[in-house]
């Protein structure tokens, strides 16, 4: 097991009238190796939530363990954390500063007091995992398109060498086609280098078809936990809630109360097609 | 940590001094403020002490959120009240070395301290009830005459109400990059100040990159919507003197005028 949340509740401003309760009482394990999806309305605490992962934000009440050693202990070291706990924010390009790209991504092995040799080497790394073209590398990230940059800002982050990558909307204000890049690429990393994955998003469209696992926060609060085909198949509540699940999920809903004994689990076209397929007694080559 | 600062912070709350006009919450503090500098007895502080304490509990807002505002300012005040202590000459009470507490000089750190207090409090109140929009327009409206020798008064109250607006977003951008960048190890806190000062390098630059994005990014909305300055604009919800707004100067003049008469003949 590698991250816990134990009870955990965060007040804004507590004692003003600004007071609000931006998670109430959240418990959660996420085991190593897991591909998470966190999804929620904007304001249901889904980026509060990954805050405390790494301790940026310190819970109201409640207790947060990373390898069942509570962060917010006397002498923890919160700065070895946040090196094995990456999180790249929303618009992570918004924080490129260096004059070249390369340095920007040694910013942080760099931090983590990696000699000038090996941070450019874990840099070098990053960026080709992040599939950026070598010959951007000492281009100035701001002379960069927005997919670019983003991939820059996320190898910020990777070339840290994280053991959990947490990342809030890494593909808000792209295109469909840096979206699809983007998200392979992360699904890739989590396969290639076994690291637990963490993906924050408002779309169930978009990360349906990488996760293993999702959580639907509403509220501040958990609403829905389990594998994807549990959760979608509450679409009705997460309707309710503002969200929706995947279309495939709604077309295979109708074909089952039309009288077509369709497989209401399916996620990505593939599957549906071939459980349309199934439920009408055809073939592939039919 | 730079979200204490509640100088230019609006706190909602309905009371008395929230529906005021804004050109009266403006006057009257500019009238406190002089009266501050007019009292110089103890009846002319406790004159001011009363004013004060009325209007913080006329306005509703707690006494803890406006003495919060104070904190920055609290080295500033430490050095003058220091000043005035150890600098004054006049009747020694007590020295050590070169540095030497006259009876002026405490008298003088006294009144300066709770001028200060009383400055900062009562600007405070002002902004604390006052919504930065309905500031701006007041002002507008205050110096209006200006217009007369070509003072682009307008434009100086949108620039003003822009600026005061991207406090709270630059505050919250800054939040943002700093975090960003702790998750990337940056350390903000620790090391000499050659190093505090580079450290600051991945915030700043960020920030005024962000900053100018912005600035473009409204300039051109607002030129989408053919804003063209000042001439012939009107407002849609334009400012009108109530009863109370009335009451409102009379109460702020009778004190100020209390405060001129206790100066001169006591």
Known sequence: MSLRLEHVTYTYSPGSVYETHALKDVSLEIPSGQFLGVIGHTGSGKSTLIQHFNGLMRPTVGTVYYKGEDIWQEGYSLKRLRSQVGLVFQYPEHQLFEADVLSDVCFGPKNQGCSKEEAEERAVRALQQTGLKEKYYKSSPFELSGGQKRRVAIAGVLAMEPEVLILDEPTAGLDPKGRDEILDQIAWLHTERNITVILVSHSMEDIARYVDRILVMNKGEKAFDGKPEAVFSHYRELEEIGLAAPQITYIMQALRKAGIPADTSAITVKEAKESILKALGRTKHD | ?266
Not at chain 2, 22 to 43: E, N, Q, Y
Not at chain 2, 51 to 56: E, G, K
Not at chain 2, 81 to 105: C, D, H, Q, Y
Not at chain 2, 111 to 134: D, F
């Open chain 2, 1 to 266: 940590m730079i979200r204490d600062i509640t100088i230019g912070q609006f706190y909602p709350a309905d009371s008395i001094l929230h529906r005021l006009d804004p050109r009266v919450k403006f006057i009257g503090t500019f009238l406190f403020l002089i009266s501050l500098f007019v009292a110089d007895s103890f009846w002319g502080y406790a004159l001011a002490t009363v004013f004060l304490a009325a209007a913080i509990g006329l306005s509703k807002v707690p006494v803890k959120f406006m003495l919060k505002g104070l904190k920055p300012l609290f080295i500033i005040l430490l050095i003058t009240v220091l000043f005035n202590l150890f600098l004054m000459p006049g009747e020694v009470l007590w020295s050590a070395g070169f540095l030497k507490i006259t009876r002026e000089g405490v008298v003088q750190a006294v009144k300066i301290g709770i001028r200060l207090i009383y400055l900062v409090i009562g600007s405070s109140i002002m902004t604390l009830t006052t919504t930065p929009n309905q500031l701006t327009d007041g002002m507008e409206k205050i110096l209006a005459p200006l217009n007369k020798i070509k003072v682009p008064v307008h434009e100086i109250s949108m620039m003003m109400s822009i600026a005061l607006r991207f406090i709270p977003i630059l505050m919250e951008e800054t939040d943002k990059i700093m975090k960003a960048q702790i998750a990337r190890g940056a350390d903000f806190e620790s090391g000499n100040i050659i190093q505090r000062a580079k450290s600051m390098v991945p915030l700043l630059v960020p920030l005024f990159i962000s900053a100018f994005r912005r600035a473009d990014d409204l300039a051109m909305a607002m030129e989408a919507r053919c804003y063209h300055g000042g001439d012939n604009r009107t407002q849609m919800k334009p400012l009108v003197y109530h009863r109370r707004d009335y009451a409102a100067y009379v109460i702020s003049v009778l004190y100020l005028g209390a405060d001129i008469a206790l100066r001169v003949f006591l």
